[in-house]
């Protein structure tokens, strides 16, 4: 077992504390056994006397009867309760038998009054503020809700009542089944694999006995609309795993097993990330990941708010990310220098899709020319050869930190970016759209600091907003000269709206422009818009009607983006304009003038021409 030292410098914020101060913390530190179910912390109730590490096993965050989080070894619980003084936020439990460390309160608190420990404490606060966030949206978009024919797979398939037990038993091979069903006198029997092992070979039967004989007849069947809550209540009720499901007329469209729904746990946004988390290898981690349309699909069948989708997202991303970087450190050693992985663009925003591709980056702290470079470009490759592997592609313009333009050291980024905002021609504007939309997702260094100390210069780079403004400007809504909706005239999107570059882009960069003139640090549009606004820059009528469009466009886009994959389709952001209601149509109408106004505006204030 590793010793407690060893384990605790594994994982913030102990891994920035010298020797002294560490062998404070061991030596504050006690041992406590709880086994499953046992509450750990009770919502509401005392105020934590310590910090709690979980050592093995595994502990839940709970709100309510709502789970919020699933916490591992290493991860840190009790501390905001401790610190404060205050009851906790969330009851904590024994998932699992579980062994913790609990930290004295008087050394925690010298721990998190450091400047790491403040920053790690503000970040986790942050961080499980997020958490609830997902656990609200998982409860909303219930998967135990959607109606039991969404989990039917395939056609349903039968035999004659006169075929034999080793023919039935051939269908159920070739075609991966473990049920067949068999018609007789107007109804439906049924023969599973397990009747096939409990009623054939354990009553020593041969395989020319006839399906009629060792049949369930007749079967219970449940009709379409049937919520699958109610399916596994009737299974478990009736101690059976297999319910055909029937349409209006009496017509079996197919079988489901209780295999079907068990597997339905997966597809909430928690249990996605924990599975990532908790994933022993990479194809364990890119398996789980796939999983995520499945999950976004469920979001937006629920009415979720599409910009908490769009968070939902992200943040399994993250996950996924932080997870290849864990994995990819185990086989390659420990890294040479401090460190930190970082997501651009829409993914640093958490406004992605599920059309969207990697935009990523990387900074140490050590000389480029050195040995660290080339582990990092190791460690870069593996990750984003995960991603590939998770469905999200490559930036077709090289935005990878597997690229060595887009993996530096600190002082490195902190000239790149002074540069793109020195520099006279297109590229600083460009990259502004892609590179000034940062967050750290992995690593101990504090790369962000650096970075926003840099984009605090902005309001005094007069050129730089002016080139940041012009692009801003370039994506054009799709609305005529009287307001009409303007599809696209030829090729293969021939015929729709591109939502994404004639709508959402061109919000998010009137955004970014304004937060750069303002000197603002935040990444995420709305806040951006609402900095703005606070900041003087743009009225609050016009903040709240790009806020509006934003949102309806991201639904339209995520619900013709569900659409296509329960389809079979590939995701995109090109969205008929007839499959839209006429209020909906009425609206992104009017969603695309307030954003051709803010351009309109925007190229005014900065005397462009459009």
């Given amino acids: 077992m590793v010793d407690i030292p060893s384990f605790l410098r594994t994982y913030p914020p102990f891994d920035a504390l010298d020797e002294e101060t560490l062998a404070r913390v061991v030596q504050g530190t006690e041992i406590a056994f709880f086994p499953a179910g046992e509450v750990i912390l009770q919502r509401s109730g005392e105020p934590a006397r310590a910090a709690y590490v979980v050592r093995s096993g595994a502990v839940e965050l709970l709100d309510g009867d709502g789970l919020v989080d699933l916490l591992g070894p290493g991860e840190l619980f009790g501390h905001p309760s401790l610190t404060a003084g205050t009851e906790p936020s969330f009851t904590v439990r024994a998932y699992e038998d579980s062994l913790c460390y609990l930290i004295d309160a008087e050394v925690m608190e010298d721990v998190l009054g450091t400047r790491e420990g403040l920053t790690f404490l503000s970040a986790s606060l942050r961080r499980r503020m997020v958490r609830a966030l997902e656990g609200l949206e998982a409860d909303r978009a219930d998967p135990w809700r959607i109606d039991v024919e969404r989990l039917i797979r395939r056609e349903p398939i039968s035999c004659e009542s006169t075929a034999t037990v080793r023919e039935a038993a051939e269908m159920m091979a070739l075609h991966r089944i473990s049920s067949v069903l068999v018609p007789v006198d107007g109804e439906w029997g ?24 060792i049949m369930t007849r007749p079967v219970r069947t449940v009709p379409v609309g049937s919520p699958a809550t109610e399916v596994l209540r009737l299974m478990l009720e009736l101690g059976i795993h297999h319910l055909p499901v029937v349409d209006v007329r009496g017509v079996v469209v197919g079988v489901v097993t209780d295999t079907d729904l068990m597997g339905l746990e997966r597809r909430t946004p928690f249990a996605l990330r924990s599975a990532i988390e908790r994933a022993s290898d990479r194809d364990g981690a890119v398996a789980a990941a796939r999983e995520l349309p499945g999950a976004v699909c469920d979001l937006v069948e629920a009415s979720a708010d599409p910009i908490d989708v769009g968070h939902v997202v992200g943040v399994t991303v993250d996950a996924l990310t932080r997870r290849l970087t864990e994995l990819a450190i185990d086989e390659l050693g420990s890294p040479p220098a401090s460190w930190a992985w970082l997501a651009l663009g829409s993914e640093a925003r958490h406004e992605q899709a599920l059309a969207t591709d990697q935009d990523h980056a990387l900074a140490y702290d050590a000389p480029e020319d050195g040995d660290a470079d080339s582990y990092f470009a190791d460690l870069a490759e593996r990750v984003a050869s995960g991603l590939e592997a998770a469905g999200i592609p490559r930036c077709k313009a090289g935005v990878s930190a597997s690229r060595p333009g887009w993996r530096l050291s600190v002082d490195g980024w902190r000239g790149r970016f002074s540069k793109w905002m020195r520099d006279t021609g297109p590229e600083g504007g460009q990259l502004a759209s892609i590179a000034f939309d940062y967050r750290r997702v992995a690593g101990p260094l504090d790369i962000e600091a650096a970075l926003d100390e840099v984009v605090r210069e902005s309001p005094r780079r007069s050129l730089f907003l002016r080139r940041v403004a012009q692009n801003a400007i370039l994506g054009r809504p799709p609305v005529g000269f009287f307001g009409n909706l303007v599809v696209e005239a030829g090729g293969e999107h021939a015929g729709t709206l591109d939502v994404k570059g004639g709508g959402i882009m061109p919000v998010t960069a009137i955004a970014r422009t304004h937060a750069l003139v303002a000197g603002l640090t935040a990444k995420r549009t709305l806040d951006r818009l609402a900095g703005a606004a606070a900041a003087g820059l743009i009225e609050e009528g016009d903040r709240a009607a790009l806020d509006e469009a934003f949102r309806l466009l991201w639904l ?21 304009p007839g499959t839209l209601g006429p209020l909906t149509r009425a609206a992104v109408k009017e969603g695309f003038r307030a954003i051709d106004r803010a351009q309109r505006e925007l190229a005014l204030n900065f005397d462009l021409r459009r």
């Fill in 190 to 213: 049924i023969v599973t694999d397990r009747d096939l092992r409990s009623r054939v070979l354990a009553a020593g039967l041969g395989g020319e006995t006839r399906v009629s004989e």
């Fill in 556 to 576: 339209v886009r995520l619900e013709h983006q569900a659409s296509r994959v329960k389809s079979g389709g590939t995701p995109d952001d090109f969205v008929d």
